[in-house]
């Protein structure tokens, strides 16, 4: 959603093994320390709140496919260290490098992983909150849905706020104006928040937003 800051032309990326380390954010993140920068593993690790071993496994994978680059060695207490920079500035991946049979599992796998960070942090969140389960009950259109509860089955002002996580999956019927106001505000949170983000320290808080059309229901 934020624009691109780096100005420079994207290198385009046709190497399946490279396009799916570039679209992993756990990669992307190690990549990002080394934009425009030479660094070691250690000190990717320490502003990533990394382990070493796990940088440094990351580091050479991507080194392997050839997103970083190994620029030299400084002798470091009797030892040579590594120092590695990105390769490029900015990549384009096409969807058809991506090691995926069509689109949709493409965008479920992009999806996968983030899904799975969230569902542990929500989890975590959950665990210290009052929240204690599902109420499954008949909504004002007949159908049956499910919303989080605390103990004795009473609900919650928002969902999940008692927690610290919003949470919401739901099925619309909206008029087209409706449809198009509602991704121009998501659009417009995201932008703001993301104008918020903090460049260092680690990761605090997941969002993973989605509003598309159906036409197969």
């Known amino acids: 959603m934020t624009p691109p800051a780096s100005g420079s032309a994207p290198e385009r990326v046709d190497d399946p093994a490279a396009a ?3 679209t992993d954010p756990t990669y992307r993140s190690v990549l990002g ?10 000190e990717a690790a320490l502003e990533l709140r990394l382990g070493l071993d796990a940088t440094l496994y990351r580091i050479r994978r991507l080194h392997r496919v050839g997103l970083l680059e190994l620029v030299g060695e400084r002798a470091r207490a009797g030892r040579a260290v590594k120092r590695y920079r990105a390769r490029h500035q900015a990549w384009f991946v096409p969807f058809e490098a991506l ?3 069509d689109l949709e599992e493409t965008f479920l796998e992009l999806h996968v992983a983030h899904a799975r960070r969230l569902a542990r942090a929500a989890a975590r969140a959950l665990v210290r909150a009052p929240w204690a389960g599902y109420r499954i009950e008949r909504d004002a259109e007949g159908r ?11 609900g919650f002002g928002r969902a999940g706020g008692d927690a610290g996580v919003t949470d ?3 099925d619309l019927r909206l008029a087209p104006e409706d449809a198009r106001r509602l991704n121009a505000e998501i659009a417009a949170l995201i932008e703001r928040y993301a104008a918020l983000h903090q460049r260092v320290g680690p990761v605090n808080r997941l969002l993973l937003v989605a509003s598309v059309p159906v036409d197969d229901a």
Do not use: C, I, W
């Not at 320390?33 to 250690?42: D, K, M, P, T, V």
């Open 20 to 22: 799916k380390l570039l």
């Open 33 to 42: 320390a080394f934009l425009g920068r030479e660094r070691s593993a250690s």
């Open 99 to 101: 090691p995926y049979a």
């Open 144 to 154: 049956l849905s499910m919303y989080g509860v605390r103990g004795d089955g009473s």
């Open 168 to 170: 919401a999956m739901l």
